[in-house]
């Protein structure tokens, strides 16, 4: 079965750092999130992509935050200037939005901000 | 205003019990309605869906748009259950975001 892949698995940084999480998402969805899971909270949607640009972001995807997708395969968390609060699971998601279809995660990527 | 609401945090249950996670949601509209699974230290997986009305490893889950309810039902609880559940929801329009409620940690004693 087709999955997401995400790297970094985990990620240590000092705070002020920039950070760029990376996905390949499945190669034949359109439409691309990330999603944010701060230790013991919920899931939280950060922002969702498609046709090289932002469909839809929360109020925590502020302008620290930036999505892009450089290569065509690629689609890139980047956090600049980290803070502490930052620290969590980024997760990954691509579907191709037809309605009853499934929107597939990564493994996740964990991030440390010290 | 989009907001799916698991009232239990955690939920212990004896091996061989039944289980019954709770799930309300509020929205506008007509939900897709998920529930999804976290193993410890896994991606999430999707457990199953309303639409398709199916019983994946015993677990069923019925609509009520009366209710508002998408409960998480399992006639006999196993170990291998033990797990994190996420009820979650969805609109049908392109690009929709997820959104999950926060989560019930299910615990099976042996």
């Known amino acids: 079965e087709p999955e997401v892949t995400q790297t970094p698995s985990h990620q240590v940084t000092q705070m002020g750092q920039e950070v760029i999480l990376r996905c390949v998402p499945i190669s034949n969805h359109l439409y691309f999130y990330w999603y944010r899971q701060i230790l013991g909270q919920k899931v939280e949607f950060l922002v969702s992509f498609y046709n090289n640009e932002i469909s839809e972001k929360s109020e925590i995807f502020d302008d620290q935050f930036s999505v892009e997708r450089p290569d065509g395969s690629n689609f890139t968390l980047k956090i600049r200037s980290t803070k502490l609060e930052d620290s969590a699971m980024y997760f990954c998601?691509?579907?191709?939005?037809?309605?009853?279809?499934?929107?597939?995660f990564g493994e996740g990527s964990w991030l440390t901000v010290v | 205003a989009q907001r799916v609401t698991q009232p239990e945090k955690l939920l212990s249950v004896f091996k061989g019990a039944p289980v019954e996670l709770k799930c309300n949601y509020s929205?506008?509209?007509?939900?897709?309605l998920f529930w999804y699974v976290q193993y410890s230290r896994q991606r999430l997986q999707l457990l199953l869906r309303?639409?398709s009305r199916e019983s994946i490893k015993g677990f069923t889950a019925d609509l009520n748009k009366g209710e508002t309810s998408f409960h998480l039902k399992k006639p006999f609880a196993q170990e291998e259950d033990s797990a994190m559940y996420y009820c979650a929801l969805r609109g049908y329009s392109s690009a929709s975001k997820i959104i999950f409620g926060s989560g019930t940690r299910l615990s099976i004693r042996p």
């Open positions: 309303h639409i």
């Open positions: 998601a691509s579907d191709d939005s037809l309605s009853g279809n499934t929107i597939y």
């Open positions: 929205y506008s509209g007509s939900p897709e």
